[in-house]
């Protein structure tokens, strides 16, 4: 069965980290994170291939990190210096020949 299941999310204050994690049940080359705050489209935060290769948005470049550990099929999103524009859920995605797979969300809210 797929799954991509999410941990990590949570309440802390403006300039504070958070380390979110996804597990999946399956080896694919691409994954990556979204997110979706209220009343937003989903967009792209960071995504990983399994060689490492990384992309990130903009607005996280800097203070988001990407990671994988490919033994574990787990992918990792280090976010530190917070900011109160960065709330919102967080989705883990695969990327495979077949779809995409997403996880099912974590909240992360960052307060001011």
């Known amino acids: 069965q797929v799954q991509l299941v999410e941990s990590g999310g949570g309440l802390v204050q403006a300039g504070g980290s958070l380390r979110l994690s996804c597990a999946a049940s399956?080896?694919?080359?691409?994954m990556a994170w979204y997110r979706q705050a209220p009343r937003k489209q989903r967009e792209l935060v960071a995504r990983?291939?399994?060689?490492?290769?990384?992309d990130y948005a903009d607005s996280v470049k800097g203070r988001f990190t990407i990671s994988r550990d490919n033994s574990k099929n787990t992918v990792f999103l280090q976010m530190n210096t917070l900011k109160p524009e960065d709330t919102a859920v967080y989705y883990c995605?695969?990327?495979?020949?077949?779809?995409?797979?997403w996880g099912q969300g974590t909240q992360v809210t960052v307060s001011s």
């Open positions: 995605n695969a990327a495979t020949s077949g779809g995409d797979y």
């Open positions: 399956f080896s694919t080359n691409i």
């Open positions: 990983i291939t399994r060689g490492g290769s990384t």
